[in-house]
Structure formats: structure tokens, C-alpha cells
């Protein structure tokens, strides 16, 4: 039996294969690394906008209402809180995967083109 792939596509110029098991992976299951990795990235303040964080931007584009939001955005003031942890576990309750955020997080009214791609570099890492 065969196992199947999915081509995730990164640019026009690149595309790579992954497993369907490591793309359907739960956003509140995946790795440790890969979850410090997103911290890193969403919880950090936007460089157009120092009022706007990835994290809320990835949320508006998954339908995350905006008083939730506001309550990720208290989490981010706490001592080591991050409201980045906080939504990935609330969309993996959700049933929301890797591949669902990579969509997220290449979307133009996102547009993390760059943390789309760490992400699939750390799965061929890991897989």
C-alpha cells in the first residue's frame, strides 16, 4: 500500500512534499521546538504596526472573536505568557492542524510567507 503525500506549496518557486500525518497534526500537539519557534515569531510585535502581534493576526484569520482576543492579549502581559501558546491550543481544540495554519499564515491578509516556511523546514527536519 502506498502512502499518500501533500505537496505544500511555499512560492511559486518552491513546493514540498510532507506526509499527510505530520501535516494533520493538532496545532496543540505539535512539537516543543516548533511551538518555541512560533512564540518567537507571533508573539513578537509587528514591525509595521507596534500595536499589532502575528498571533492576533493569525486569530482575526481563523474567526477567533475579538473579545477572546483581548483575552489572549492579557496572557501575553503575564510573566512568561504567551498568548501565541494560548490560541495554538485553543484552534488544536478546535480541530485545526499544521496544514490549517501554514493556509493561515500564507494568506494574503496575513501574510507570514517566511514563518510558513520555517515551519515546513522544521517537519522535514523531524519527519
Known sequence: MQ????VVLISMQVAYILHPSILDLSLSE????LEDVLVMKLDAPSE???ESYGWQ????EFGVSRDELNY??????RDNGSSTKLLLDKLGCQGKTIS???V?????RVEFHGVA?????????TA
Open 104 to 108: 493561515v499564515l500564507q494568506s494574503s
Open 3 to 6: 502512502s499518500k503525500t501533500r
Open 48 to 50: 509595521a504596526d507596534s
Open 30 to 33: 505539535i512539537p516543543q521546538d
Open 117 to 125: 516556511k520555517l515551519i515546513i523546514q522544521r517537519l522535514l527536519i
Open 100 to 102: 490549517d495554519l501554514i
Open 57 to 60: 493576526r493569525v486569530g482575526r
Open 72 to 77: 489572549f492579549k492579557i496572557e501575553y502581559l
